[in-house]
């Protein structure tokens, strides 16, 4: 399939001509002077009384049949009147004709000069008709034929038209009187018109004359270029469905005119982009394909030169922008948006990326010229750089039964909708997993599990579930085991952002599986996340040791042995970078759901786990960690548990110590003096504290010395306050002596005898 862009693009470049083998529409006009000989000026919207009154000064029209010339109401029944009966005058109506004619040419694909005869007046009253027939050329260099129908009240009557082997039905009516509704159609269509079932229909008939000499124009019908893009198609869409196949999920084709957000739509293109569109449309429904219209678009940033030279009086702060050029792209992104389906309707699509073997051709986006180009002159560290951007119109194709793949490169923002409507719609329908409803909601997960990597969006800092919570808990609803299991084992992977906030809705898929299969899909969750996410994996087999009342505890042993063994040690040897959002810290929660999971677990493990706290004292933290976490215990059912108590003793050894230790406040204004910094304003600040009888030191010196003592005071966290006085100049460090020391330990030793008490010291 590696041919397939370029050979779709060959195919394409033979489709330069748009139009169809009929035109339609509607538009809006200024009433024509029309008078018919023996009636009169006609009003429009037509009377009832000059209906009557034209059918009077009508005959019936005749049909054709080989030389013939026939009158017969079983084949057709309508009233004519012949253009010497009738003038049509007023500027207004050259200029609708003109518009008309326009449009009507735009359809049907011509682009010579083509002008409009006027052949006769129709009146279709109630009961008319005409068979299916074909109009003969009726003069040289007619080609076509063009009705208006002009403001009048009735029902019924459609037009079909018909072309080797494509019918269209056209209804010919507006419902506001300031509109006149036309179609035109090539002369060698099959065509018929419908009976009226009530009112009169007014019809202007004109034949499509080619100026000059030439041959007669002709509906393209591109049935070579179809067939063969049809057959691609559906080699295309055989191969992505062999499980190794290395073809595009997509086929992406950029299109020759621009085209704004507003206006972009199937009916507004233009040129060869409407041949091309048309000719896709027909191979994609042969080939069972969707088709849609969406806009590229490509953003590129780098680094860049400054090339020219400011004039002295032009601020550096306002470059003009010629004066830099691009060095090096650094960044490039491209993709899919503003989607519009064949009938110009949005699409569910969000957001989606092009990847380069996606392109008809491959080569569609060189050479292109940005549409935003922004550069920025050097700032700080950071050089001139620059940033652009892209924007050109596509018709993109797909298999239709891949299109929950291609939805998935949307992404989950998009795809966890489209996945909770179809839960919704199943849970409604009341039915079961034979559905549809069932059965794609199934399909979409699996594409959606396959793609996770990457997808999942970083959580707050606090709590908060990530779209895994969403995922786990619509996959519940749906009691798809299957999925379950699947995504369960992509969270175990580590290969999305796991938090405490899932462990909810983990815990109740968990539920739905087998013990034996939740319990070693436990352990791979905790084995794959204890170095990122250490507090949530001790939460997550908190929570399932708590809800194994059901005699589930033994299944736990293995995800125990796992997070015990993932505790984290000596600092030194901690990995230095993660990503904000990860969780490697040690805290006083991980040690109370730790302890809580491992005592109705395994008594062992919990040991062991204690020793392990106790062995490494700058990781497990008394003050930060053990003393808070043991508050919490004490008082809890397993306060006995010897984990628990010999934690216990060690806080209140530790407590015990600090509390014996001497407490007085200073009797003197002597401070500790021992400082980092031995400058020689250091030295002077360090004999200023040594001093037994000064309390107040000023140091007029200019901003970097005084600087440089006062941090060199925060460093050393002296019994020092500092003010700046700034009269006269240079301005004075003032610096008064506290007993910042003696009130920090007295404020601790309250708080060791309120912990020693509580922990039942």
Same mark, same amino acid.
């Given at each position: 399939?590696?041919?397939?862009?370029?050979?779709?693009?060959?195919?394409?470049?033979?489709?330069?001509?748009?139009?169809?083998?009929?035109?339609?529409?509607?538009?809006?006009?200024?009433?024509?002077?029309?008078?018919?000989?023996?009636?009169?000026?006609?009003?429009?919207?037509?009377?009832?009384?000059?209906?009557?009154?034209?059918?009077?000064?009508?005959?019936?029209?005749?049909?054709?049949?080989?030389?013939?010339?026939?009158?017969?109401?079983?084949?057709?029944?309508?009233?004519?009147?012949?253009?010497?009966?009738?003038?049509?005058?007023?500027?207004?109506?050259?200029?609708?004709?003109?518009?008309?004619?326009?449009?009507?040419?735009?359809?049907?694909?011509?682009?010579?000069?083509?002008?409009?005869?006027?052949?006769?007046?129709?009146?279709?009253?109630?009961?008319?008709?005409?068979?299916?027939?074909?109009?003969?050329?009726?003069?040289?260099?007619?080609?076509?034929?063009?009705?208006?129908?002009?403001?009048?009240?009735?029902?019924?009557?459609?037009?079909?038209?018909?072309?080797?082997?494509?019918?269209?039905?056209?209804?010919?009516?507006?419902?506001?009187?300031?509109?006149?509704?036309?179609?035109?159609?090539?002369?060698?269509?099959?065509?018929?018109?419908?009976?009226?079932?009530?009112?009169?229909?007014?019809?202007?008939?004109?034949?499509?004359?080619?100026?000059?000499?030439?041959?007669?124009?002709?509906?393209?019908?591109?049935?070579?270029?179809?067939?063969?893009?049809?057959?691609?198609?559906?080699?295309?869409?055989?191969?992505?469905?062999?499980?190794?196949?290395?073809?595009?999920?997509?086929?992406?084709?950029?299109?020759?005119?621009?085209?704004?957000?507003?206006?972009?739509?199937?009916?507004?293109?233009?040129?060869?982009?409407?041949?091309?569109?048309?000719?896709?449309?027909?191979?994609?429904?042969?080939?069972?394909?969707?088709?849609?219209?969406?806009?590229?678009?490509?953003?590129?940033?780098?680094?860049?030169?400054?090339?020219?030279?400011?004039?002295?009086?032009?601020?550096?702060? +306002? *470059? $003009? !922008?010629?004066? %830099?050029? #691009?060095?090096?792209?650094?960044?490039?992104?491209?993709?899919?948006? =503003?989607? @519009? &389906?064949?009938?110009?309707?949005?699409?569910?699509?969000?957001?989606?990326?092009?990847?380069?073997?996606?392109?008809?051709?491959?080569?569609?986006?060189?050479?292109? +010229? *940005? $549409? !935003?180009?922004? %550069?920025? #002159?050097?700032?700080?560290?950071?050089?001139?750089?620059?940033?652009? =951007?892209? @924007? &050109?119109?596509?018709?993109?194709?797909?298999?239709?039964?891949?299109?929950?793949?291609?939805?998935?490169?949307?992404?989950?923002?998009?795809?966890?909708?489209?996945?909770?409507?179809?839960?919704?719609?199943?849970?409604?329908?009341?039915?079961?997993?034979?559905?549809?409803?069932?059965?794609?909601?199934?399909?979409?997960?699996?594409?959606?599990?396959?793609?996770?990597?990457?997808?999942?969006?970083?959580?707050?800092?606090?709590?908060?579930?990530?779209?895994?919570?969403?995922?786990?808990?619509?996959?519940?609803?749906?009691?798809?085991?299957?999925?379950?299991?699947?995504?369960?084992?992509?969270?175990?992977?580590?290969?999305?952002?796991?938090?405490?906030?899932?462990?909810?809705?983990?815990?109740?898929?968990?539920?739905?599986?087998?013990?034996?299969?939740?319990?070693?899909?436990?352990?791979?969750?905790?084995?794959?996340?204890?170095?990122?996410?250490?507090?949530?994996?001790?939460?997550?087999?908190?929570?399932?040791?708590?809800?194994?009342?059901?005699?589930?505890?033994?299944?736990?042993?293995?995800?125990?042995?796992?997070?015990?063994?993932?505790?984290?040690?000596?600092?030194?040897?901690?990995?230095?970078?993660?990503?904000?959002?990860?969780?490697?810290?040690?805290?006083?929660?991980?040690?109370?759901?730790?302890?809580?999971?491992?005592?109705?677990?395994?008594?062992?493990?919990?040991?062991?786990?204690?020793?392990?706290?106790?062995?490494?004292?700058?990781?497990?933290?008394?003050?930060?960690?053990?003393?808070?976490?043991?508050?919490?215990?004490?008082?809890?059912?397993?306060?006995?548990?010897?984990?628990?108590?010999?934690?216990?003793?060690?806080?209140?050894?530790?407590?015990?110590?600090?509390?014996?230790?001497?407490?007085?406040?200073?009797?003197?204004?002597?401070?500790?003096?021992?400082?980092?910094?031995?400058?020689?304003?250091?030295?002077?600040?360090?004999?200023?504290?040594?001093?037994?009888?000064?309390?107040?030191?000023?140091?007029?010196?200019?901003?970097?010395?005084?600087?440089?003592?006062?941090?060199?005071?925060?460093?050393?966290?002296?019994?020092?306050?500092?003010?700046?006085?700034?009269?006269?100049?240079?301005?004075?460090?003032?610096?008064?002596?506290?007993?910042?020391?003696?009130?920090?330990?007295?404020?601790?030793?309250?708080?060791?005898?309120?912990?020693?008490?509580?922990?039942?010291?």
């Amino acid at each position: 399939m590696s041919s397939l862009t370029s050979e779709l693009a060959a195919v394409l470049t033979t489709v330069r001509r748009p139009g169809d083998f009929f035109a339609s529409g509607t538009i809006e006009f200024l009433a024509p002077q029309l008078e018919v000989d023996g009636v009169g000026p006609i009003a429009l919207p037509l009377l009832q009384l000059q209906a009557k009154q034209l059918i009077a000064a009508a005959e019936r029209a005749p049909y054709g049949r080989g030389e013939q010339t026939l009158v017969d109401t079983a084949v057709r029944r309508t009233w004519q009147i012949g253009p010497d009966q009738v003038r049509i005058q007023g500027r207004g109506w050259v200029r609708t004709l003109n518009t008309i004619l326009t449009r009507a040419c735009d359809g049907l694909g011509v682009t010579e000069p083509v002008q409009a005869e006027f052949y006769k007046l129709l009146l279709y009253d109630e009961g008319s008709f005409f068979a299916s027939h074909r109009d003969t050329e009726k003069a040289p260099g007619m080609f076509a034929t063009l009705v208006v129908v002009l403001p009048s009240t009735s029902t019924g009557g459609e037009l079909l038209v018909r072309h080797r082997d494509r019918e269209v039905r056209l209804d010919l009516h507006s419902s506001d009187p300031s509109e006149v509704a036309f179609a035109a159609f090539y002369a060698d269509c099959v065509h018929e018109v419908l009976p009226v079932t009530s009112g009169i229909r007014l019809a202007l008939i004109y034949n499509l004359m080619r100026l000059g000499p030439g041959r007669l124009p002709e509906p393209p019908s591109y049935s070579n270029q179809k067939t063969r893009i049809a057959a691609l198609l559906q080699a295309w869409g055989a191969d992505l469905s062999r499980a190794t196949s290395d073809a595009p999920e997509k086929l992406i084709v950029p299109l020759e005119h621009a085209y704004t957000p507003a206006e972009l739509g199937f009916g507004a293109l233009k040129g060869a982009d409407a041949a091309a569109a048309a000719v896709l449309r027909a191979a994609a429904q042969v080939a069972d394909c969707d088709l849609h219209l969406a806009l590229i678009v490509v953003e590129e940033s780098g680094s860049a030169d400054y090339t020219g030279y400011s004039s002295s009086y032009r601020r550096w702060s +306002e *470059p $003009d !922008e010629d004066e %830099f050029e #691009e060095v090096e792209v650094l960044d490039r992104s491209i993709a899919l948006s =503003t989607w @519009r &389906r064949p009938d110009d309707q949005p699409s569910v699509l969000g957001e989606i990326p092009v990847g380069d073997d996606e392109l008809c051709p491959p080569d569609a986006l060189d050479d292109l +010229e *940005p $549409d !935003e180009e922004h %550069f920025h #002159e050097a700032t700080g560290n950071e050089g001139a750089s620059f940033e652009r =951007t892209y @924007r &050109r119109a596509a018709l993109v194709l797909w298999p239709r039964e891949r299109f929950l793949a291609v939805l998935c490169q949307a992404g989950v923002a998009v795809t966890l909708p489209y996945l909770a409507d179809l839960t919704e719609r199943w849970l409604s329908s009341g039915e079961d997993h034979t559905s549809s409803l069932w059965r794609e909601a199934h399909e979409l997960s699996g594409h959606m599990i396959s793609s996770w990597h990457g997808q999942e969006r970083y959580p707050s800092r606090e709590k908060a579930p990530t779209h895994a919570t969403q995922m786990l808990l619509l996959l519940i609803q749906l009691r798809d085991r299957t999925r379950l299991e699947a995504f369960l084992a992509t969270i175990a992977a580590g290969s999305g952002v796991y938090t405490e906030g899932d462990n909810e809705a983990i815990v109740q898929a968990l539920g739905v599986l087998s013990p034996q299969r939740a319990a070693a899909l436990t352990r791979q969750i905790i084995a794959g996340n204890a170095s990122t996410s250490l507090t949530a994996c001790g939460n997550l087999l908190a929570r399932l040791a708590a809800a194994g009342g059901n005699g589930r505890q033994a299944d736990l042993s293995g995800a125990a042995t796992a997070l015990v063994d993932a505790l984290p040690s000596d600092p030194q040897h901690a990995p230095s970078a993660w990503f904000w959002w990860q969780d490697r810290s040690v805290k006083p929660h991980l040690v109370i759901d730790l302890l809580e999971a491992l005592c109705r677990i395994d008594r062992r493990l919990a040991e062991e786990a204690a020793g392990h706290m106790l062995t490494w004292p700058q990781t497990y933290d008394l003050d930060t960690v053990l003393i808070p976490a043991m508050r919490d215990l004490v008082r809890s059912k397993i306060a006995q548990e010897p984990a628990v108590q010999r934690l216990r003793d060690a806080c209140l050894e530790h407590l015990r110590a600090r509390i014996t230790e001497p407490l007085a406040p200073p009797h003197n204004w002597s401070r500790a003096s021992v400082l980092s910094c031995q400058c020689q304003h250091c030295a002077e600040l360090s004999r200023f504290l040594a001093d037994p009888e000064r309390k107040t030191w000023a140091f007029k010196a200019v901003e970097a010395d005084r600087s440089h003592v006062e941090q060199t005071i925060q460093r050393a966290h002296c019994d020092v306050d500092v003010t700046t006085d700034r009269r006269g100049r240079p301005y004075t460090l003032v610096c008064t002596k506290n007993q910042a020391s003696y009130d920090r330990r007295a404020k601790q030793r309250r708080k060791d005898i309120e912990d020693a008490t509580h922990l039942g010291g």
